[in-house]
């Protein structure tokens, strides 16, 4: 008799959940999804437990279907991932890991007191608070959700009194609380990805330069000119955050980069991640199945490169909220585009695709990479 197919139950049906039924499928391992029945992934038939990650029944019934419980996002209730551990459900990576994604203050703290340089913080509970940080840290300063927040919804730049107000206004009405931090002087950012099994084998991506538009990932490049002392000192901060925290799974370190060279961790993501779907050409193994090889204590996959320069785009929705698909044919004709699209409802900000282009310089496939976007955007 067949043996079962071996299951991840993923929290979350987004367009990484899609992406990590597009490698289950190459793999031939079952992937069930937690979510709504027209997201992503289900559109792209992957099997659906519907429910919140806040929703410890649904959480519940999610993992009863899979060998091993992992997560495309931290929106999750983890007091309720907490008891299906002590019930003996294998979690992945495990609740005290995920912990540092789901509350972004605890991360912070975390991480400073590790001795990894992160921007000046602190805890901000009423705009008094924040006044006082100014003084000490100087304007402008950073307001972020302590948990919630995603794609620079829950970062608040502010220069004046007036925006702090503002921001304490949005957050309340959001039932967000805050923290804040030092704004840091950016040379630039960087991102770099990582995987752990949970029989102690880890691989390291190649590190990406990262581009934000109003918080929002934007663009990615892979092969920027980038001091070695930076690539050195993001693979030694993602190799050590594994082994330390004890990952099992995926982990993206999001670094800000300073004119004088420092590499500080602006942020730590769990699971699968926007700076990392470059990997799908760019690396012998892309990120999806890496995620699924970890989880399962599988053999990690060589997460080295395979091109000299690759360039990720991001397709974002425009105002007049009209689908990139309608574009599809427009982009393919760019030279060396893989077009990605993840079948959503097209609405304004929203990511609905990606684009990458391989090629021998960063401004060849840059270059390419933004035509095609341009194209699915309407605006090329
Ligand atoms: N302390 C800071 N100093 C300067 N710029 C910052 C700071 N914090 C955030 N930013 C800018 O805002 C962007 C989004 O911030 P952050 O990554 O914390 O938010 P997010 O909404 O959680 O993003 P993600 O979607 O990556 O999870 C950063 O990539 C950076 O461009
Ligand atoms: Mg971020």
Redesign the pocket.
Known sequence: MANRRETVAMVGAGQLARMSWQAAISLDLGLVCLGAPGAAAVLAGADLVEGSGYDPDALRALAARGDVLTFEHELVDLDAIRAMEEAGVTVRPSSTVLALAVD?LHQRRTLSSWGLEV?AFAEAPDPGAVQAFAQQHGSPV?L?AVSG???????W?CSSQWEITAAFEDAAAGGLELYV????E?AG?AAIMVARSPSGSVAVYPLVA?R?VD???REVVLGAEMAVTTEVAAAEIAVSLARRVGLEGLMAV?L?VTGSGRVLV??L?LRA??TGHIHTEAAVTSQFEQHLRAVLDLPLGDSSPVVLAAAMVNIVGTADGSDPAERRAEALAVPGAHVHLYGKAARPGRKLGHVTVCADTTERALERARAAADRLEGNG
């Not at 995603?150 to 970062?155: A, K, N």
């Not at 931090?181 to 840091?184: D, G, H, I, P």
């Open positions: 972004k921007p950073v972020k927040g995603y794609d620079g919804r829950g970062v730049m931090e030092e704004a840091v950016l950012e990262t934000q918080g929002m990932c999001e800000f602006n942020e993501a991640h926007n």
